[in-house]
């Protein structure tokens, strides 16, 4: 398997915190992905990832910003949790044109109340 | 019209049964995924294909790219095959465009 993880894998957390969410790889992967799977919504994808310091914006990427200091560390945060970011998280790595298997980590369902 | 078309959204078998799901997509790709995610779960690449058909033991996965059509069949179907599988097809920089999932329950 190959070896992304994330962390934490459940929170609970306050309208209005912040909240950071890890994701982690030991595959050396250059294109990181962070998507947000809800239902009725499927995958969506909020921000990715193409290098070190390069971060692009996704289809839902409002309320959340990302850093990548390091290639195996992904981080992405939510500046002022808010009700309607209650989802599951996923992180990914693959090649962007898909020509290689993509790799998940294992979610990290967050509540906001 | 999304991208990205399954069907059917939910199945249940019996144990034992030959199972077909289905992806359609409008996209122009060399490549498709099949994903699978059981309840609670992670989410598991099961196959990326780019043309005809590739097998892993019960699961087998074909395409036809001319027709923008994938499917993924189940042979001797199991409870332990019960989960949401995804079909996905890259979108360049932006990675995935994601099916909405077929729910598939197995019955014993």
């Known amino acids: 398997d190959a070896g992304i993880t994330q962390s934490p894998r459940h929170k609970v957390t306050e309208t209005g915190t912040p909240v950071t969410l890890r994701c982690h790889q030991t595959?050396?992967?250059?294109?990181m992905y962070w998507y947000r799977q809800d239902p009725g919504h499927g995958l969506r994808l909020i921000h990715y990832?193409?290098?070190?310091?390069?971060?692009d914006k996704g289809e839902v990427s409002d309320g959340y910003s990302v850093s990548r200091s390091k290639t195996e560390d992904f981080l992405l945060t939510l500046e002022s949790a808010t009700s309607s970011q209650t989802s599951v998280y996923f992180c990914?790595?693959?090649?962007?044109?898909?020509?290689?298997?993509?790799?998940f980590g294992q979610g990290t369902r967050l509540t906001v109340v | 019209k999304n991208e990205v078309e399954q069907s059917p959204q939910n199945l249940t078998a019996q144990e034992g049964e030959f199972i077909t799901i289905n992806c359609s997509y409008s996209?122009?790709?060399?490549?498709l995924h099949w994903l699978q995610q059981h309840p609670g779960g992670g989410i598991v690449s099961l196959f990326m294909?780019?043309?005809g058909k590739k097998k892993h033991g019960r699961l087998i996965a074909t395409i036809n790219i001319q027709e923008k059509h994938s499917s993924l069949h189940i042979t001797a179907s199991h409870p332990r095959d019960s989960a949401v599988y995804i079909c996905a097809a890259p979108r360049g920089g932006q990675n995935f465009v994601f099916g909405p999932g077929t729910r598939l329950s197995v019955l014993p």
């Open positions: 294909l780019s043309s």
């Open positions: 996209v122009g790709i060399s490549a």
């Open positions: 990832s193409y290098g070190v310091k390069d971060t």
């Open positions: 595959e050396n992967h250059r294109y």
């Open positions: 990914a790595i693959s090649d962007p044109l898909g020509h290689t298997e993509a790799f």
